[in-house]
């Protein structure tokens, strides 16, 4: 069983940073692939960027990238997301996600909210 925990969220304006943070427990980020997916209010919730902890491969949705970096620290046990240039858009909550393999996911965070103000 694998348990993630959000934190980091917050209220930024449009144009600032913000970083995510989500930490892993029950598994070692070595050996499981992980994500960052966010929901805005009224929408579906949708994929950001993907990390393998095994490889470190990275994979983002066209928007976010140039902008966004995920990255993991394997002697914490955590998956951080920076997040810069934020746009208005983007106010969501943002989830953290973890699975056995890449880009399939089991296991989900509760959240952090988001705010990006214009």
């Known amino acids: 069983q694998v348990q993630l925990v959000e934190s980091g969220g917050g209220l930024v304006q449009a144009g600032g940073p913000l970083s995510l943070f989500c930490a892993v427990s029950g598994r070692p980020f070595s050996s499981i692939a992980m994500a960052w997916f966010r929901q805005a209010p009224g929408k579906e919730r949708e994929f950001v960027a993907a990390?393998?902890?095994?490889?470190?491969?990275?994979y983002y949705t066209d928007s976010v990238k140039g902008r966004f970096t995920i990255a993991g620290d394997n002697a914490k046990n955590t998956v951080y997301l920076q997040m810069l240039s934020l746009k208005p858009e983007e106010t969501a909550v943002y989830y953290c996600?973890?699975?056995?393999?890449?880009?399939?996911?089991?296991?989900w965070g509760q959240g952090t909210q988001v705010t990006v103000s214009s």
């Open positions: 996600a973890a699975g056995v393999k890449w880009l399939q996911y089991e296991y």
């Open positions: 990390i393998s902890g095994s490889s470190g491969r990275t």
